[in-house]
Nanobody, 126 residues
Framework: VQLQASGGGLVQAGGSLRLSCVAS????????KAWFRHTPGKEREFVAA????????YYSDSVKGRFTISRDNAKSTVYLEMNQLKPEDTALYYC????????????????????WGQGTQVTVSS
């Protein structure tokens, strides 16, 4: 499985961006697809996740109500719609996918994901 993330950019605080993650290879019901982000000096942080074909959606407290994760089966694509962006959302955003079905309690864990995209930079200016 290869993941290709795109859609990052520079935006003013309060603005919006939509990230996309296109997956090659097999997808299956229960597979975890997620977005994480990383800033220098910090650990990679969970942002949002979805289980393919089940549509449970999970968000970190810091983005809940502002970000929305969604999927397009036909395009094998996961999206992250980001609204009301804040300077603290500035980070390199990665999409990730699990090799096997994922349980709810593991959705937020970096170690639950086997495949990672290359990252797309989001910069929010104040």
């Amino acid at each position: 499985v290869q993941l290709q993330a795109s859609g990052g950019g520079l935006v003013q605080a309060g603005g919006s961006l939509r990230l996309s993650c296109v997956a090659s290879g097999r997808t299956f019901r229960g597979q975890g697809k997620a977005w994480f982000r990383h800033t220098p000096g910090k650990e990679r942080e969970f942002v949002a996740a979805i289980r393919w074909g089940i549509d449970n959606k999970y968000y970190s407290d810091s983005v809940k109500g502002r970000f929305t994760i969604s999927r397009d089966n036909a395009k094998s694509t996961v999206y992250l719609e980001m609204n009301q962006l804040k300077p603290e959302d500035t980070a390199l955003y990665y999409c990730a996918a699990s090799r096997a079905g994922i349980i709810l309690s593991s959705l937020r864990e970096v170690g639950s994901y086997d495949y990672w995209g290359q990252g797309t930079q989001v910069t929010v200016s104040s």
